[in-house]
């Protein structure tokens, strides 16, 4: 069982696909690490995220140890993610993982829930569901906000906004796997959809698969 969950940023996919995993006992494979990790590593070793050579490097030969970084949930590697993400090299050098995690997810698991952007489009165009999550850019950036007041107490809401917006530009507009539905992905817009029932309907979804 594949489950493809894509959309933007804050739309609360990582919740439900991270809860639908533990139901099922599914693995669990949030894409949008790999690309953090990359903006991080790239940052890390000091040059700017738009550097293509630099994240090309980077992504060929990703430490591990960045993925526990505690600075990869920041709101600035979630930019820098969002520029190397637009890089096709550093798209190709992520695919094959992702790809492999799907087919054979790990610990003998029977399944795998994967989130990201292009998932059902690009990673998994064979998944036995797929899901686009979504929810207005204001209700995204108040959820990010509430999550990160306490981490970074001089992030304004405005700024996450301003942030999320431009996040959905770059996502949508780049020329290689762009953020957009599947054709065959149902969409569930949890603007005004508690996270429960989200989940609750996810969960029938993926039983009627079974
Ligand atoms: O979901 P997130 O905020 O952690 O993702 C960070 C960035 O990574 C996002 O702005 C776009 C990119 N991304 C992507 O291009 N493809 C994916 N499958 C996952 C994330």
């Not at 949930?73 to 695919?95: C, F, H, I, Y």
Request: charged letters at 25%.
């Amino acid at each position: 069982m594949i489950i493809a969950i894509d959309g933007p940023a804050a739309a609360g996919k990582g919740t439900l696909a991270r809860r639908l995993a533990a139901e099922f006992n599914y693995a669990y494979l949030d894409t949008g690490s790999l690309y953090r990790a990359v903006g991080l590593g790239v940052l890390r070793a000091g040059f700017k995220a738009d550097d293509v050579a630099a994240a090309v490097g980077v992504s060929a030969n990703l430490d591990p140890a960045l993925l526990g970084d505690p600075a990869l949930r920041e709101e600035r590697t979630g930019d820098a993610a969002s520029k190397v993400a637009a890089m096709p090299g550093v798209r190709a050098n992520l695919l094959k993982f992702q790809r492999n995690f799907s087919v054979c997810p790990p610990g003998g698991k029977t399944g795998a829930v994967l989130d990201g952007r292009d998932i059902g489009t690009v990673v998994c165009p064979d998944a036995n569901l797929k899901l686009y999550v979504t929810a207005s850019a204001d209700v995204r950036a108040r959820r990010r906000f509430v999550e990160l007041k306490d981490r970074e107490p001089a992030v304004t809401y405005e700024q996450i906004l301003a942030d999320v917006q431009a996040r959905d530009t770059r996502d949508m507009g780049r020329a290689d796997a762009p953020l957009k539905p599947a054709e065959d992905a149902l969409l569930l817009d949890t603007t005004e959809l508690a996270i429960d029932a989200v989940f609750l309907r996810a969960v029938d979804l993926v039983k009627e698969r079974l």
